[in-house]
C-alpha cells in the first residue's frame, strides 16, 4: 500500500450577511475544508480490493479535516449541518472517491468532531481542475432531520484540482440554517396532514 500524500489543504469560508435584500438576524457561516491527494489506486489496472488504502487513508484525512475545519466553525457548537465529497480526477474511478468518504473511518471521526450523530449527505463524482463542488448539507443531529431551514448547498472550485492522477476529499458545515428560513419542515407537513414519520394516518383513542 503505498502512503498516502496530501498535496495541499484547502480553506472554504463564507458569512452571509444579507439575504433577499435584508439583514440575517444571526450571519450565517458555512465552511469547508478540502485534502487533495495522490490517488493511490491510478497505473494498477483494475484494482478489486480497496480496503488496504482505505483503512490507511480515511484516518489521516480525516485527521487532517475534521479538526480543521472545527476550528474555523469556531467549535462543534457552532455546528448544525454537514456534509461530505470527493471528487476523482479523470483518470481514477467514482469508486475511488466513494471509497474513501463511505467508511466509517471517516465519517465517524467527523460526527464525533461535530457532536451529530446524522447520515452525512454527500456527493462523490468524476471530473477536473476547477470543476465546482458543489454538495448537500443537513442538520447534524438525527432527530432533526426533516428540518428544512438546514437544507442548505455549498459551493467552491478549486483551480488546479483534481488533476487527473488526484482525488480531493471534503468536508463542510453551516453555523445554522438559511436566513430568513419560512417554508416549514416535514414534522409541521406531516402534522398538517395527520400522518407519522411512517406516513400512517394519526389515530386517536
Known sequence: ?????????????EDILIEGGR???????MAACAAIIQNPWVGRDFVEDLQPEILGFAPHLSDALVPRLVALMGGPDHIEAFGKAAIVGTSGEV???AGLIHTLHFGNAFRMGADGNAFLPFINKR???????????????EEKKGTRSHFL???FAISDAPA?????????????GRPHHRIGDRFQDMKAMGVDQTGKPITTA
Do not use: Q
Open 1 to 13: 500500500m503505498s502512503e498516502i500524500r496530501i498535496r495541499k489543504i484547502v480553506d472554504y469560508v
Open 95 to 97: 469508486e475511488h472517491a
Open 23 to 29: 439583514p440575517a438576524p444571526t450571519p450565517l457561516r
Open 127 to 141: 471530473s477536473g481542475p476547477g470543476m465546482m463542488i458543489a454538495f448537500p448539507l443537513t442538520h447534524k443531529r
Open 164 to 176: 487527473p492522477d488526484e482525488l480531493v476529499v471534503v468536508l463542510g458545515a453551516a453555523s445554522g
Open 153 to 155: 448547498s455549498l459551493e
